[in-house]
């Protein structure tokens, strides 16, 4: 079993800055891909960035220049940090990973979801 435990989330005014945490626990053979996702309220869950285990990186068009996603292996720990934040970030953000348990076992597993609230 692997858990995704998510931290860093919470109210900023806009402009400001946050970083979001997920570290990746349990019985892992490797993590191929990690990614951050999120949902607003009456909207579908979407990307936001995601990274592969070599580091090669993908954004939604909407947080390029402003998010950054990293990664540290020897800790499976993922990290989004995002500045100049704007009201429409606001949303819940679940932290994802591709995680291979075995030869020919890989799962995708998701975090429980950190609130990330931004005002005008």
């Known amino acids: 079993q692997v858990q995704l435990v998510e931290s860093g989330g919470g109210l900023v005014q806009a402009g400001g800055s946050l970083r979001l945490s997920c570290a990746a626990s349990?019985?892992?053979?490797?993590?191929?891909?990690m990614g951050w996702y999120r949902q607003a309220p009456g909207k579908q869950r979407e990307l936001v960035a995601a990274?592969?285990?070599?580091?090669?990186?993908n954004y939604a068009d909407s947080v390029k220049g402003r998010f950054t996603i990293s990664r540290d292996n020897a800790k499976n720990t993922v990290y989004l940090q995002m500045n100049s934040l704007k009201p429409e970030d606001t949303a819940v953000y679940y932290c994802?990973?591709?995680?291979?348990?075995?030869?020919?076992?890989?799962?995708?597993?998701w975090g429980q979801g950190t609130q990330v609230t931004v005002s005008s």
């Open positions: 994802n990973a591709i995680v291979r348990v075995g030869v020919g076992e890989e799962y995708d597993y």
């Open positions: 349990g019985t892992i053979f490797s993590i191929n891909s």
């Open positions: 990274i592969t285990s070599g580091g090669s990186t």
